[in-house]
């Protein structure tokens, strides 16, 4: 992989969901200053790339975050919980997806569903995803570069249509963009909260460290690519969020499930933008859970493969060498969770989702900041150059990431709840497999040996 495709590796996996369903709930925070909550993110985003920088330069290896808890604390149930954790924020960032997909599909179609149509649509959707994940590395990462264009080409599209507005007169009013309105709460508790929100927009450059074996040159080539992949991602949500409150009021934002073609239709009701969005937009987001369910199941795979989970979630498909257990596991839980929300926050069932893998991320972010100075202790054994990152910024990454995941800035109590339970989740299946995992290594000391991850397709 040359630094081009890791380039819309990155990319593909930051762009999507975050922009095209959460501008409306970060501008319900703060007012039409929607784009400051994305460049704090962004800023906070950056401070623990540069630590990821540093391990995955230092340890040019897959297995990304758990490799490098692994090595910082020599910990199973640690290493187990963290990498539990990375698998929630795929599943749950996928959920939100097909949640967002099932919303635009009814636009995109002019159907009258209502929400049962909606979660069916979610759900016949992760089941779609699942048989291309079934199919394999080659294809979906092949699927992955089409799909990243088309999503750029989507926002490229609301950029310029916002613009032509302006210039047209009359639909564009850029004097909200600079107008704070956060209701009872003071301006720091509002940041907070639509930080945190906006904090989902900039998940997916972590993923792209477990890609360091397939990385030419990962040393040279990570640090420019993925600062660069960041950048790319911030200038795009800011142009975004910008042209979104200028051309359509944040209540109105809010009050849709498809903001952005909200924003074409009233920017340019006459150009054929608006029929074509809905479209773009399932397919970004389509992307954003392709990409976190291919990382959540490839996770379950590696841990049963290490004994931590039952062998046989790392069960293989001898004809198209995918984990294909792990990939009905993984599509199982993201069910679930769609119809948890459902059940329990419909009408806020996106921000629901995009907060709790916020909040997961957050915590695993915490951990990897506290790790890249843990390893500054550690040689290894082949020693090479390779990125230091000033020691401030962990210290500040690990501090923000904790101001962020506090319960004291209006963030929904769902969110924890939902979190509560996926982690709880989490420490019953570390308990189980404490209890009897020597039956499972035992049942796999006699088999064939599981390929690795570069066996699979």
């Known amino acids: 992989m040359g630094p081009g495709v890791l380039l819309l590796f ?23 200053a929607a784009w400051v909550p994305f460049l704090l993110a962004f800023v906070i985003a950056t401070v623990t790339a540069c630590s990821y920088l ?47 997909f099932g919303s635009n599909f009814i636009v995109a179609f002019k159907l009258f569903w209502g929400t049962k149509g909606v979660v069916v649509v979610a759900m016949l959707f992760m ?17 992955n570069v089409v799909l990243t264009l088309i999503e750029i080409t989507g926002l490229v599209m609301v950029i310029a249509v916002g613009l032509w507005a302006s210039v047209r007169g009359g639909h564009a009013h850029y004097s909200r ?12 508790v509002a940041l907070t909260a639509a930080t945190s929100l906006a904090f989902f927009a900039m998940a997916g450059f972590e993923d792209s460290v477990n890609m360091a074996e397939e990385t030419k040159d990962p040393v040279r080539t990570f640090p420019k690519v993925l600062l660069s992949g960041l950048s790319i991602a911030a200038v795009i949500y800011t142009l975004v969020a910008i042209v979104s409150v200028a051309v359509v009021p944040v209540k ?14 009233a920017a340019a009701p006459a150009l054929p933008t608006k029929i074509i969005l809905p479209f773009i937009s399932m397919v970004a987001v389509s992307n954003t859970a392709l990409l ?20 046989f979630l790392g069960a293989v498909s001898p004809t198209r060498r995918s984990p294909w257990v792990a990939v009905l596991f993984t599509t199982a839980i993201a069910l679930g969770l769609i119809l948890y929300v459902t059940a329990f926050a419909n009408r806020d069932a996106i921000s629901v989702l995009s907060g709790t893998t916020s909040l997961l991320l957050l915590a695993v972010f ?33 501090l923000s990431s904790v101001l962020l995941l506090m319960p004291f800035f209006g963030r929904p109590v769902q969110q924890y709840v939902l979190a509560a ?21 035992k049942r796999r000391a006699g088999a064939e040996p599981a390929p690795t991850w570069s066996d699979t397709r």
Not at 10 to 16: E, F, S, T, Y
Not at 68 to 93: D, E, P, Q
Not at 252 to 264: F, G, I, Y
Not at 422 to 431: C, D, P, Q
């Open 10 to 32: 990155i990319v593909g996996d930051m762009l999507g969901t975050g922009i095209y369903a959460l501008i409306g709930d970060v501008g319900a925070e703060v007012g039409g």
């Open 54 to 100: 540093e391990l995955v330069t230092k340890y040019p290896r897959a297995a990304g975050t758990a490799l490098y808890v692994h090595k910082a604390f020599g910990n199973r149930f640690v290493t187990f919980m963290v990498a539990f954790l990375v698998m929630c924020t795929g599943i749950t960032g996928a959920a939100t997806a097909s949640r967002f």
């Open 127 to 143: 089941v779609a995803l699942a048989v291309v994940n079934l199919r394999g590395m080659r294809e979906s990462a092949t699927l």
């Open 177 to 188: 963009v600079v107008a704070f309105n956060v209701g009872d709460k003071n301006l720091f």
């Open 252 to 265: 109105a934002l809010k009050a849709s499930d498809t903001p952005l073609v909200d924003v074409v239709q």
């Open 292 to 311: 976190g369910m291919l990382m959540a199941s490839r996770l379950i795979y590696g841990m049963a493969r290490e004994g931590v989970l039952p062998s």
């Open 366 to 398: 915490t951990v990897v900041n506290v790790v890249v100075l843990v390893l500054r202790r550690d040689a290894p054994a082949e020693e090479r150059p390779h990125f230091r990152t000033p020691t401030p910024l962990p210290i500040f990454g690990f």
């Open 421 to 441: 339970i996926m982690i709880s989740s989490g420490l019953v299946i570390a308990l189980v497999s404490r209890l009897f995992g020597w039956r499972w290594q």
